[in-house]
Each structure stands twice: as structure tokens, then as C-alpha cells.
């Protein structure tokens, strides 16, 4: 945009210096043209090219031009082998023959610049006629002026032409920008302003508009789908595992008791992923981010790493939270709880006895990053991309649903920021950033 | 090759095991419950369940009908779903309280809605459930309710005590048969929701919102965790394990 209007800008630049000039230039050259023209008529009368040449003829007619109101202001001079023998002014050197030019030097009363043509009449004679051009210098002057004026305004109006409509199209396409960014951060009832001007740029906003409002129904009828198919099934599933409950409890059933209670399990398994993905899709909605408040990151950090450590101290993990600084973030307690406890209980049940995970926070300029690494086995490069997709897993068979780290990611998204996963050199580091509100060093 | 992740999603509340309560050490009570549902194969399952703990259950289908009968008959606590034709179940709540009508109320929310939850708390319910409900969750939190209104409170506003455990959360402290317990914060609070509930029975769910406080179900065991460590403290010096675990339902300190 901005090396549009530069380039724009720059060939309008060339294009009006070099009209001006051009107009310059050409005027110079049909005055010089005029001057040289009129020098030659004036030559011709005074001494025709068809007659026999005669000194006292040329004279004679000389002295006529002289007094004639249309040649009475040119200057003539004939000499006679470099003799002056006639003529209205006094010139001390020789001119060369053709056209050139005289100027104050050459000390011709009333004359500071002018132009001369001297012809070789034959038999020693030379015939010079001297036009003063000092007028057409003034006037040269005074459009140089005009054209630098009118050049330069026009030069100047282009350039405010130019910087005003960049300032209203930069101004519409940010207000668009912004209502994309809002969007892109899940409030999709952001709409792009539209002053009623009915302008190119107002139609524009509005189709832009149209097509959210269509973008946010059909999410809604998407979500609706997700939630109805969830809801639809939790609760039949929920009715069958009462019934496995039942059963798992009445003594008839004492023998098959293991076998029901894995039945039930299962029953679970499938309850909590419809859970997962209930949760992703309120999420994911951006619902919560109407109730945001200040939340310090390391309070929760900490919470955390306590909340789990029984568990961890059971399973032979340990745990290092080391105390940071108040890192405060916009954003809902209990998801970024559920965020970094999600994190924590992935090392703790995806490692083995032994390994240590350390929880780090720090501030990064408008970032608060989090980050759990562990000296585990880790995840290898080119698995670590399935294992944020929401319904991919790294081993076949393996039990529970793959949303742990999808549900993290979402999670981060939401505050608007940001996953990733990288190797620790041995074991997995995840880092989370989240744009920091404020903090404290 | 590591495990796949598959961390904890959701709040689901599958996570408690079985549905029947064993009777040692369980008092069952009979209670006047209305259910306000209009989910009616739904409302029917939940009536026949509660029946089965030994409550007399009574039905309405909207928030009107739940109104005129809370006018006419009295019941010791109210089954409210948050999402009701005709009447809100935030509206009835709103006009129980405004009413005087000061019954125990527990919110059923739909799931993935944690606002729905938020918004029943503030309006002045009791307690809330997720739906589809798990009913022994259901009957548990019905009695803890019951329980902590009927509280008569052994001990003063400064200490609680259940048996020989006394505890005094403004000064952090616990101690057994008059011997301090060195406890972690996390530790304390779990025992002081096990002492305000004694010899009623407290659910997994109900210890993660209340103790750790979180609206979602941990991947992990911390539950459990948190009560084999509360244990070994309780039972350092020889005396007895009060905590009882209840199948399916989840613990109970005895007193």
C-alpha cells in the first residue's frame, strides 16, 4: 500500500517535472526560433539574396529599417573587409557568421542581451542585425516563476490528495483489521463499522458483514450440532451406567461382577471424552472470555504443583515449581488451573517413575510464559504435531481420549496465546505464552 | 514411545464408581424432595432413583407448577433444572427467595455451561449438579446439604470437631485426641470438609470444587492421593482410620 502510493506518488513527480520542463524548453526553443527568424527577414530586406551586392543599396536600405516602426528597435552593422562602412551600432569584435549571441559586454548602449545574425553578403561584405531578446528574458523569468507555482501546487496538491485518501483507506482497513483481529480471537459478534455514507468502502463493510453474520450461524448451528450430539448421547450413556451400576451390586450377578465394572469403565471413558468434548466447545466458543478478570499466574503455578503432589510423590514423579514472580494475565482461574494441572498430570501419567518435571514461569516483554519440562522419554519431532490434533493419539490402543493437549492449546488460544512443544534434551518441554497484563519484577 | 496425551477434558462427573450405597455407617433419612424437570423419561429416572435412596419425590414440569406447589406443601429440598419452560429455574429461585422460601435448593446445569453454574450460585442455590446426573452424586450432596443446614455445631464459631479430630481454621491448626496434626494446606482443608460433613458422605466432585477448588476432572487420582497422605497423618500415633470410603459414593469421617 504505502510502496503504491510512493511509486504513485513518484512517477506523478517525473511525469509533472518533466511536462513543465518539456513546456520550458519548447517555449525557449519558438522564442529562439522568433528572434532567429525575425534577424533573418530583417537580413533579407536589408540586403536580398537575388540582387547584385551594392555597399550604398544595403546602406540606403539600412537607414530605412532604422526609421521603420516594425525593425527601428534591431541593430545593423555592414562592414567591408572587418571595416564598419555603415550601421546604427558599435561593436569592437568580429563576429563569427550565423547566429550568436551579444550581451552587456560588448558594450551596446541599451543592450544587455541579444542575439545576432551575421551574413557573408559577398565582395568583402558582412552583414550583421542585432535583436535585443531582454525582454523575453524578463519574461523567461517570470515563467519560471509560474511554473515553479503552478508546478509546485500542483505537485503539492497531489501529495495532500494522496496522503489524505492513504489516511481514510489506512483508517477503514484498521477498523477492518481490528474487527478481523476480534474475530480471530473468537468475538464474533464483532462487526466492522459503517458510517451510512453509502460509499464504496460502506458496501464493502457491509458484504464483509453479511458474510460474518453467516460465518456466526453457521458456527452456531455447528455448535449447536456438537452440543446436541453430546447432551443426546451423555444421556443415554449415563442412564446405561447406572444400570451397569445396578447390576455390578446384585448379588445374582457376584460372578460376572469384574466383567460388569469394565463394562462400566468404559462406560466412564466415553462419558468423560463427551466431557472433553463439551469442554473444548465451550471453549472454543469463547463464551468465557466475557467473565475475565486479573489472574496471577504464579498463584496458580503453585496451587498446582501442590495440588499434585501427592499424586506425583505416589507415582515416584517429583514436582519443582520454583517460586517466581507475580506474573498477572487476563483470562478464567479455573481453565488456567485446568490448563496447567492438564499439563502437569500429562507428564506425571506419560513418564516413568523418576522423572522430574519442572514447572517454570518467567516474563517475557508482553508475555508471561509458562513452561513444563520433563527429563522423560519425551515425543519424537515428527509425532508432536499429532499430538495437539484433537483426535490424534501416538499409540493405537491406548486408553482415554486425545484431547489433553488440544484442550490446552485451546485454552491458550482463548487468552490469546499460544502452544508448543519441543524437545528438553532428554524430555519434552511445553511452553504456553499468554499475553501478560502486568507484572511485577 | 510415550503414552498419548490424553489428559483430563472435561467436568464430567463419571468419575465416582457405582451407584448403591452400602448401609454401614450411612443413615438413609427420608426426605420430601421436588424434582422440577421437564425432561419427563428424565424427571421419571431421577424420581425412581431417589425413591430407591429412600425419598418421597414429587414432580413439576415447569417453573409455574413449582411455584404452586412450593405454596401448598412443604419439602426439604428442591431438585431445580436450570433451563425450564414457561418459568426460568434462575426466575423460580429468584421468586422462592424473594418469597421467604428458604428450602435447600440444588441446581441441575447442562454440561460444558460453567456461566449456567455461576449464575444458579449467585441467584441463591445450594448447591448444583451436571447433567446427566449421577444419582448416588445426587443423593450425596442432597444429604451433605441437609446435613450442614442441620448443623448443630459441636464446638464453638472458632473450632469444629467430629470425635476426637478438632480443628480451628483461623489459626491453621488441627490436632487429634489433642495431639497437633502437622498438616499442608491442601491436607487442612480436605479434613475441614470431611469434619463440617461428619458421618455424612462426601463425593469426589464435591471434594474438587470445594477443596481444590476446580470445575473439572483432574486426569489423575488427587483425590485419593490427598486421602492416603490425610491418613497417615491421622493415624501416626496408633489411633483408628476415620475416614471411611464408601463404594461408589466416595468418603465419610465418623465421629
Redesign the interface.
Known sequence: MRALTLAFLFFFLCATLATAFGIYFATLGTIDGLVAKRLDGASMLVAPPDEPVSTQRIAARMALAMRDRDTGDLGFILTERGQRVAGNVQLDRPLPPGLSRVDVADRIKGLTHGRVLVRDLGQGLRLAVIAETEPFDDYNRARKQIYLIGFGSIIAIALAAATTFTLIVRGRIVAMRRTVDAIFDGDLSQRVPVDGSDSAFDRQAEAFNRMLGRITELMDDMGHVI?GV??EL??P???L??QL??L??DPQAAALRDRI?DA?GE??RL????????????VESG??RA?FSAVDLSELVEDSA???G??A??SGHRILAPPSHKLVVSGDG?LL??MI???V??A????PSGTRIVLGLEPQPGWAVLTVTDD????AAK?RAR?LDRFG???EG????????P??ASIARLHGGGLELADAGPG?KVTVRLPMLHGEQ | MRFPWRGNGGDGRAGVQGTIIESSGYMPVSLHLLIVEDDEPLAAQLEQQLRLSGHETSLAVDGRQAMEMVSSARFDLIILDRVLPRMDGIAVLKSLRDNQILTPVIMMTALGQARQKVEGLEGGADDYVVKPVDPAELNARIHALLRARSWTGQGSDETLRAGDITLSPTRHSAWRNGRTLNLQKIEFRLLTELVRHADTAVTRAMLLERVWNYDFEPATNLVEAYIRRLRIKLTEFGDEDPIRTIRGVGYMLTA
Open positions: 452440543n453430546a447432551h451423555r444421556t450413556l449415563a442412564r451406567r447406572n451400576s445396578l455390578a451390586h465394572e462400566q462406560a466412564d462419558l468423560s471424552l463427551f466431557s472433553a468434548l463439551l469442554r473444548i466447545a465451550e463464551a468465557r467473565h501442590e495440588a499434585l501427592a499424586v510423590e505416589e479455573q488451573t485446568q494441572v492438564n499439563l498430570e500429562n506425571v501419567r506419560h513418564t522423560g522419554p519425551g515425543i509425532d499430538a493419539r501416538l499409540s491406548a486408553k482415554g481420549h486425545g484431547f489433553g493437549l484442550l490446552v519434552l
